[in-house]
């Protein structure tokens, strides 16, 4: 049978009794097989298949067979694409890049954390290595644009351009409000108070992408936070009562606690409008984006540092690299490869995701803490540790299941 083509002739009439054919005259049309039905199979021809041994074939095994533009046939055959596709429900890419800003993320903290406790590293100034960080992701993001020879759509778009500077701004705001918060509040309940924004960042993105978020996912997240919640809490140190007392008459808990809540607030709408942007119908690529945020938030960055005076006089004396070490130069090279990571993860997933492995990294970087620097870890890291990995692992199944099911395969 010749499919996809105006004329089909019917198949010879066997005759069982005899070992020559006889053609068989008539011919049938089919309009359009890819799009409508194939036409039903007269009895006769049905029952001749079977005498002459030959498979019948179903109507919609016909069309998934004959009509390569299948939408469910393109579907098949990424379902049977690579193993980590199949097992997770994302596409591969998507989580690799999930593990490794795990990964880098985690272990920036710690060493910025090693950095700023041991005396022979703690000597540079850290305003600068922010600055060496957005380096990093700038200078790799130019390389690949340069590359992908399109530096010329780099600025000719100037809304594009100025859209870019929203979500820069916006940490700009992130940054002084955690300056405020830590100057009201101790640093454990500082760093619990802000994985409020995992919360807050679903809430914008249901907002801003309109897609509600099933029964299962929340309840993710709020038991994510939990457990990001006992992981901080463990191994903190305890302060005297006379310091304490010290301590509550300087600070303003009512405002530290409001500054935490706006710089939560301000993270989700960050990360959820660069998302917005990455996923726009623009030419711009990830790399173009990262080569503006990275600019915006150079030049921002720069205006602070020079704007505290003890930050201006100590480069004016000792320099730009004062106090910098190899650890140093490793962890702003951390800094940034977590920035990159961190874009792609919200291009292949959501903002959401990007705050589930920075949850995740917190594990990492207390265990590498507990390892090397001899961090006290206590039954609550244990059970915070599961908690997080138990409801990331929730949240991604249930993530999943939501997209099969979307998909018509649930």
């Known amino acids: 049978v010749e499919f996809c083509h105006p004329t089909v002739k019917a198949p010879p009439v066997v005759d069982p009794q005899a070992h020559y054919m006889e053609p068989v005259t008539g011919q049938s049309t089919a309009r359009n097989i890819c799009d409508q039905q194939v036409v039903s199979e007269s009895q006769e021809e049905q029952e001749l298949s079977v005498l002459i041994g030959k ?5 919609d095994d016909l069309q998934l067979a004959t009509c390569p533009g299948n939408n469910n046939v393109s579907q098949l055959e990424n379902d049977k694409g690579s193993p980590l596709q199949s097992l997770t429900g994302f596409p591969y890419i998507a989580v690799l890049a999930f593990c490794v800003l795990v990964g880098t993320a985690g272990t920036s903290v710690f060493s910025l954390r090693y950095t700023l406790t041991h005396e022979e590293e703690k000597h540079y100034l850290t305003p600068t290595a922010v600055l060496g960080a957005e380096f990093v992701k700038g200078s790799v993001s130019f390389a690949v644009v340069c590359f992908s020879r399109s530096f010329s759509t780099l600025y000719t778009n100037k809304a594009e351009l100025l859209k870019t500077s929203v979500p820069a701004l916006i940490y ?20 619990a108070l802000f994985q409020i924004k995992l919360l807050t960042t679903a809430c914008v993105w249901v907002l801003v992408f309109r897609r509600p978020l099933c029964w299962r996912r929340w309840v993710s997240l709020f038991a994510l936070l939990g457990g990001v919640v006992l992981v901080l809490h463990d191994g903190q140190p305890k302060k ?7 301590l509550s008459a300087e600070v303003n808990v009512t405002l530290g606690f409001l500054a935490v809540l706006a710089a939560s607030v301000c993270s989700a709408a960050a990360g959820v409008y660069f998302e917005l942007l990455l996923k726009g119908s623009t030419s711009l690529s990830i790399w ?13 960055s720069l205006i602070g540092l020079f704007a505290v005076p003890s930050h201006r006089h100590a480069i004016l004396e000792h320099g730009f690299f004062q106090g910098y070490t190899r650890l140093t130069v490793a962890n702003c090279i951390l800094q940034g490869s977590s920035g990159l990571v961190a874009g792609i993860v919200m291009s292949r997933l959501n903002a959401i995701f990007k705050d589930i492995a920075t949850s995740l990294s ?24 599961f908690v997080i990995i138990s409801a990331a692992t929730a949240y991604a199944r249930a993530e999943a299941a939501a997209k099969a099911k979307a998909a018509g395969f649930g």
Request: charged letters at 5%; hydrophobic letters at 45%; aromatic letters at 10%.
């Open 288 to 300: 173009h984006r990262n080569v503006q945020l990275s600019s915006y938030s150079a030049v921002f």
């Open 362 to 385: 917190v594990v990492l970087a207390c265990w590498l803490s507990w390892r090397f620097l001899g961090q006290h870890v206590g039954v609550s890291f244990v059970t915070g540790g």
């Open 240 to 246: 005297s009562a006379s310091a304490s007392a010290s």
């Open 172 to 191: 700009l705001l992130q940054n002084n409000l955690h300056y405020v918060a830590a100057r009201h509040l101790q640093a454990a309940t500082h760093q």
């Open 55 to 59: 498979p019948t074939l179903h109507e």
